[in-house]
Each structure stands twice: as C-alpha cells, then as structure tokens.
C-alpha cells in the first residue's frame, strides 16, 4: 500500500539487409547495406506514498533505436537544394532517461504535482552536411543540392519538467 516497485527487460534484436542491382542513377561506392543490432533495455522505478496524500516517484530507464531502411537507404530531397544521401556507417542510438516525480493529493478532491526528466542520448541519429563520392554537391532534378546525410551526433540531451494541478470542481 505504501510502496510500488516497477521493473522491465527487453532483448531487441534488428537486422536491416539492403542492396542496390541498378546503381546507374546513384553510383554510390557501396553496392549494400548489412546490419544487425542488438539490444538488452530496462527500466526500473519505485513509487513511494508514506501517507498523508503525499507520493514520490523515480524511474530510470534505458533505450534503443536501430538505423531504419530510410535512415540508412533513402535518398530524397529534404527541402529545394538539399539531397540526403545513404550513411551505410550508422550506428544505432541508445538513451539513459531519468524522471522524478512528487505530488501531493489534498482533500481527495485536488492533486499539485511536479515531475522532472532528464534524458541522454548516445549516437543520436541527425542529418548533417556530407559528401557523395567526395563532392559536398551534386546535381539534382536540375539543382545544385547541398549532400546531406544521416550520422550520429556523439550526445544530445533532453530535459525538462512539468506542473500539474487537478480538482474536482
């Protein structure tokens, strides 16, 4: 009545095979894309109530994300003069995430809250300036378009909090 505890384990386990038979349009220098990824997530949380309308929470969890057949194959205009190219060295991402939590229920008609989160992201997948066998811009539908590609930013981060207040009127 007074304590909660939550946990979870997930294998993930993606596997991405990609090969071009015509590549007189797009003379990529790889002919193919192979991947497989494998992944062990989890989270574990706790959620306290020691009365008195009063409950704390935390939670830190892990996740995954495997490069998907756009992420790694695509090649598409993103805006007008900018072309995304195949990144066959993707990595997957991965992210730690922490959330805390505390509200207080107060003549079981109204609830005040607040929660924080904070999040970690390794190898996060982003588009950012490339090349297509060495030049940073090719023509495109008859524009010269910028080479842009899929890569993993070594970190990025996402925090924040919110607020809440809830009643029965």
């Not at 090649?75 to 995304?84: I, N, R």
């Amino acid at each position: 009545e007074k304590l909660i505890l939550t946990d979870g384990l997930r294998v993930s386990n993606v596997s991405l095979n990609s090969s071009w038979t015509d590549t007189t349009f797009y003379p990529f220098p790889f002919n193919s894309i192979n991947q497989n990824n494998i992944a062990l997530n989890g989270s574990l949380g706790i959620i306290a109530m020691p009365g008195k309308g009063w409950r704390f929470s935390a939670l830190g969890s892990t996740g995954f994300r495997a490069p998907n057949v756009d992420d790694l194959t695509k090649v598409f205009e993103s805006v007008a003069g900018k072309l995304v190219v195949p990144n066959p060295d993707l990595k997957p991402e991965y992210t730690y995430n922490a959330d805390l939590g505390i509200s207080k229920t107060m003549n079981e008609k109204a609830i005040l809250g607040v929660n924080a989160f904070y999040t970690i992201y390794k190898n996060a997948i982003t588009t950012s300036n490339g090349t297509f066998n060495g030049a940073d811009s090719v023509m495109y539908n008859g524009t010269l378009s910028q080479v842009k590609a899929s890569v993993n930013a070594a970190e990025a981060y996402i925090y924040g909090f919110n607020a809440y207040f809830k009643a029965d009127v």
